[in-house]
């Protein structure tokens, strides 16, 4: 996979009610904010590939392209923006702010595994972890999107069963969302 062939949707646009404050622009303990630490660790491995953030601004990257959310879900963000123009990449990394462990290496790891698993970019790729179905982290082909912006299901998990979709079974710490105080604390700790 190449950086012209792989682009970044970051989803920014979270209500943060269980933590109590914006989660996308939480102090990352490698630096920068949680959502600028994602956009590094995705240049890493995809350098000048594009990157839009859905919901809110970056604090350590105002330059990047925002799309607006509606802040009703992350299925209709993505209804939202599939809706309208982006550049044209094979596939996105679609990944909400929360998912603060990725690293170059396991984003490398998961686009190799993705591009042999699906190498035509027909199918969201999602992770089974924890025996869930989990979207946010998957790679969303382009020639999905008139699909996901004509579909209807207001759940995440529903709009991805709705399109065709390829299920890896993952079970990396990168798939854990940090959610509450608690969870914060204990990312923190880790590192």
Request: proline share 9%.
């Amino acid at each position: 996979m190449t950086s012209s062939t792989t682009g970044l949707l970051l989803l920014s646009g979270g209500q943060s009610r269980r933590m109590g404050e914006a989660k996308h622009a939480l102090a990352h303990p490698a630096g920068g904010s949680w959502g600028g630490r994602l956009v590094q660790v995705f240049g890493t491995v995809f350098p000048g590939a594009p990157v839009q953030v859905l919901g809110d601004p970056l604090p350590d990257h105002p330059e990047l392209t925002v799309v607006e959310d509606s802040r009703q879900g992350p299925a209709r963000a993505l209804q939202t923006w599939a809706a309208q123009e982006a550049p044209a990449v094979l596939r996105w990394w679609v990944v909400a702010c929360d998912q603060v462990r990725w690293t170059p290496v396991s984003l490398e790891a998961w686009a190799r595994r993705a591009q042999v698993a699906d190498p035509q970019a027909l199918r969201w790729v999602v992770a089974q972890h924890a025996g869930h179905l989990q979207p946010l982290g998957g790679w969303l082909p382009s020639i999905l999107r008139p699909q996901v912006a004509a579909s209807a299901p207001c759940s995440l998990t529903a709009l991805a069963e709705a399109l065709p979709h390829l299920l890896l079974p993952c079970d990396g710490p990168e798939w854990r969302d940090v959610d509450t105080p608690e969870e914060r604390r204990a990312f923190e700790d880790e590192t």
